[in-house]
T-cell receptor, first 112, second 113 residues
């Protein structure tokens, strides 16, 4: 299995809702990432988990809460989002000590 | 310091032509330089990558040229095909406890048939 699987593919949520994005990989990668991508822009790093511990938080607002339950799973919990948070949310994984970086297809999030 | 600058923003090439995308960086702590291809609605996919101690790497129709002293690198797509139409991102990797991937601004490539 050489894929990073993200669910759901599309999500529409109100500003008062709580929702979660899920990411799964079975490549034995020990680092997992959340990126946010706005239209016609490059992906921007949000969080990095290395060996199931949060190692980088790029000053992301607390309405985004990451969680890494185990080495294969990564969640992003969403609460009280704003319309400007609408974007493609990408999950990625990599080996901890080499440069292979695999992205999922993303979750298209719309906040209404 | 952690920026990667990419040009052009958009590029139109005739089928069979050569597509060239350029990138530049400042931070010498970057130690790996991948290129990603992204189709609409999909995540970026690794296309080709190079280490800074190598001046050129070729994989099929795709070639990276790397100039360490100038801190510049470029992607050449030979015999460009309509199926190559996509957004291309150059990137650089830096270690900050884990890999941190810094992207250029992207180039929207259109190959006309």
């Amino acid at each position: 299995d050489t894929e990073v699987t993200q669910t759901p593919k599309h999500l529409v949520m109100g500003m008062t809702n709580k929702k979660s994005l899920k990411c799964e990989q079975h490549m034995g990668h020990r680092a997992m990432y959340w990126y946010k991508q706005k239209a016609k822009k490059p992906p921007e790093l949000m969080f990095v988990y290395s060996y199931e511990k949060l190692s980088i938080n790029e000053s992301v607002p607390s309405r985004f809460s990451p969680e890494c339950p185990n080495s294969s799973l990564l969640n992003l919990h969403l609460h009280a989002l704003q319309p400007e948070d609408s974007a493609l949310y990408l999950c990625a994984s990599s080996q901890g000590d080499s440069y292979g970086y695999t992205f999922g297809s993303g979750t298209r999030l719309t906040v209404v | 310091q952690q920026q990667v600058k990419q040009s052009p923003q958009s590029l139109i090439v005739q089928k069979g032509g050569i597509s060239i995308i350029n990138c530049a960086y400042e931070n010498t702590a970057f130690d790996y330089f991948p290129w990603y291809q992204q189709f609409p609605g999909k995540g970026p996919a690794l296309l080709i990558a190079i280490r800074p101690d190598v001046s050129e790497k070729k994989e099929g129709r795709f070639t990276i040229s790397f100039n360490k002293s100038a801190k510049q690198f470029s992607l050449h797509i030979m015999d460009s095909q309509p199926g190559d139409s996509a957004t291309y991102f150059c990137a650089a990797i830096i270690w900050r406890g884990a890999q941190k991937l810094v992207f250029g601004q992207g180039t929207r490539l259109t190959i006309n048939p």
